[in-house]
T-cell receptor, first 112, second 112 residues
Framework: DGGITQSPKYLFRKEGQNVTLSCEQNLNHDAMYWYRQDPGQGLRLIYYSQIVNDFQKGDIAEGYSVSREKKESFPLTVTSAQKNPTAFYLC???????????FGSGTRLTVV | DQQVKQNSPSLSVQEGRISILNCDYTNSMFDYFLWYKKYPAEGPTFLISISSIKDKNEDGRFTVFLNKSAKHLSLHIVPSQPGDSAVYFCAARDQAGTALIFGKGTTLSVSS
């Protein structure tokens, strides 16, 4: 079955540590995205990638980094520079930029 | 500045009645609108969409209406069912082709 997989589902990080969230899709989609969900804030765009080896900052990119070395994979690194990293992170993909998304099931990151 | 606004954080409806969820936008360059449904700790799933050249799109119990002059769209669910209880996100795409922009969401509660 085609889909998009995020791992892990729950992640705990100590303050000052970097952590990487995985996102893999087998839908052959060109575009991939990372969003962050906070209570009452909706979905805010962190980074997006239209094609391999290319990505763009979204509205809240500070403290995050991404790579797109393969079409199937778009990992997100939450660095120690991110001041408030505790949130629910969602990865999505689409055939073209801005077309209907397929979302992963999300990763809940908690800083302890 | 929010380009996609869902001004009602929550809505409560009785089973069998109509649910109306509203969404306003400010960018006249948006050409495509989507509604997503999200359960807690899961990724959003696509519900229904509408192109800016239409004013109505229907899919079963779900109908989306678009009023371009008012920059307003609404999602109607008839009849509402308890399983419809979830957070509903309105999203829009710019003609220039960018990542989707989401509203903050409306939590729908359908009581039996």
């Amino acid at each position: 079955d085609g889909g998009i997989t995020q791992s892990p589902k729950y992640l705990f990080r100590k303050e000052g540590q970097n952590v990487t969230l995985s996102c893999e899709q087998n839908l052959n989609h060109d575009a991939m995205y990372w969003y962050r969900q906070d209570p009452g804030q909706g979905l805010r765009l962190i980074y997006y990638s239209q094609i391999v080896n290319d990505f763009q900052k979204g509205d809240i990119a500070e403290g995050y980094s991404v790579s797109r070395e393969k079409k199937e994979s778009f990992p997100l690194t939450v660095t120690s520079a991110q001041k408030n990293p505790t949130a629910f992170y969602l990865c999505a993909s689409s055939e073209g930029l801005g077309y209907g998304y397929t979302f992963g099931s999300g990763t809940r990151l908690t800083v302890v | 500045d929010q380009q996609v606004k869902q001004n009602s954080p929550s809505l409560s409806v009785q089973e069998g009645r109509i649910s109306i969820l509203n969404c306003d936008y400010t960018n006249s360059m948006f050409d495509y609108f989507l509604w997503y449904k999200k359960y807690p700790a899961e990724g959003p799933t696509f519900l229904i969409s509408i192109s800016s050249i239409k004013d109505k799109n229907e899919d079963g119990r779900f109908t989306v209406f678009l009023n371009k002059s008012a920059k307003h769209l609404s999602l109607h669910i008839v009849p509402s069912q308890p399983g419809d209880s979830a957070v509903y996100f309105c999203a829009a795409r710019d003609q220039a082709g960018t990542a989707l922009i989401f509203g903050k969401g409306t939590t729908l509660s359908v009581s039996s």
